[in-house]
Structure formats: C-alpha cells, structure tokens
C-alpha cells in the first residue's frame, strides 16, 4: 500500500519554455522588453504570484500592477501550456511501473490546478494520478505542508514518497516528515547537499528503486 507524490515543473516535466513565452507574450502586451529563457526559468519554484513578482522586479514595475499582470499572465499560459513542455527522459516509463505495481500516483505542485490538469491530459498522464493538488487548491501553497499532506491523505496510503526538484520541495517535505527524493535535474537554485532529502537521482530510470527502499512493500519490512 506505497503510494509517490510527484511536484511538476522541474519535477516530470521541463515547463520553463512554455512560461517563457507566456511571461514574454504578457510582457509585449504591455511595451516591455523580453526577458531571457534563463532569467524566467530562475524565477520558476514558488507559484505564479510569486513568480509575477519576480518579473515585475526585473523589470520595475510597480507592485499596484501586480493582479492586472497575474491575470494577464495565466491568460497567455493558460491558453497554451504545453506547446514547448517537455517530459523529462524515462519518466513516463516510470510512471506506467509503478501504475502497474499498485502505487498510487499524486501531484502536489504550486502550477495553478487548472493548467496541471491541462498538461496532465496533453501529455495522456491524467488518469494515472488519483489527486491533484495544485497552488491555488488550498488557501496555501508550498513550502506550506498543508498542500503535500492533503495529498497523502487523499491517497490513503500506508507509505508516502513526495519527489521534487527544488528547495521549496525539500522544505516541504521536511515539514511534513514524509521521504523525500530529490530530483536534481530540474530548477533546483542551491547545491544538493544544501538541501534536505533522504535520496537523489539525476535519471528517473534510478527512482524506482529509490521508492522500493524509501516506503519498501509490508512484506519487506519483516525481519527473516
């Protein structure tokens, strides 16, 4: 009765292209220069608000602007989130494993939840996951632990995993006491030793092994 929790953006899927676009279509409609692929991707990790912030302090505009340029935003990401998005390599395969053994599948992500779902279903992902929780499905966002443990006990199962990429995944995971496997592949901004986890892995072809040993089934927990 295992069951992993998965974060999104830098996690199963590199999404900073498509948010690129959509923060540089926000920007021209309001006479703004275009921000660079790695600026925009620097600012990923902490929800949309947050990420609008950013923008707007790159870019010094005043903080009055911000709920006009948040609903500008999503307008443009909204509309197409998935165009540039891509899997990163062997996590499909992973997830049809362990949708095959039994493990309930979760997202907990600060994406809003209407595109998590939007890009879920382009990508045929969507019924593996039995929850979604996204950044606005609660009143709080990671690294809240709310939002991860609301997950866990939607799936209801007697071993959790949560896999992220980033320091807001680490903190979240250290909040809620559950096993965390650190992606490193994705938008992480500090060193891994920095961060709090209980495993890493830089090919999604290692999780599944990292799972066995982080929730191991019943019968392998028995002395012999």
Avoid: W
């Avoid at 830098?10 to 948010?19: V, Y």
């Avoid at 923008?55 to 609903?71: W, Y």
């Avoid at 599948?105 to 209407?114: D, F, M, Q, S, W």
């Amino acid at each position: 009765m295992r069951a992993v929790i998965f974060d999104l953006d830098g996690t199963l899927i590199d999404s900073a292209p498509d948010i690129h676009a959509a923060v540089n279509r926000m920007l021209a409609e309001i006479d703004e220069e275009a921000l660079s692929p790695e600026t925009v991707r620097s600012f990923i990790g902490n929800g949309v608000p947050v990420l609008i912030e950013r923008v707007m302090a790159a870019k010094g505009l005043h903080e009055a602007r911000h709920s006009a340029l948040h609903e500008l935003f999503l307008r443009h990401y909204n509309a197409d989130p998935a165009t540039l998005t891509t899997l990163y390599p062997n996590a499909r395969a992973v997830l049809e494993q362990f949708a095959a053994e039994g493990i309930a599948l979760g997202i907990c992500t600060n994406k809003p939840e209407a595109p998590t779902r939007s890009i879920l279903a382009a990508f045929g992902l969507d019924a593996m996951f039995a929850v979604v929780i996204g950044g606005d499905t609660l009143p709080v966002h990671k690294p809240d632990p709310a939002p991860l443990l609301a997950a866990a006990r939607a799936l209801g199962r007697d071993s959790t995993v949560y896999v992220g990429d980033s320091g807001v995944d680490a903190q979240t995971a250290a909040a809620t006491g559950l096993p965390f496997a650190l992606f490193t592949e994705g938008y992480r901004r500090q060193p891994v030793q920095e961060l709090h986890h209980d495993a890493s892995f830089a090919d999604f072809a290692d999780l599944p092994a990292i799972v066995a040993r982080l929730a191991p089934r019943p019968a392998e927990t028995r002395a012999p």
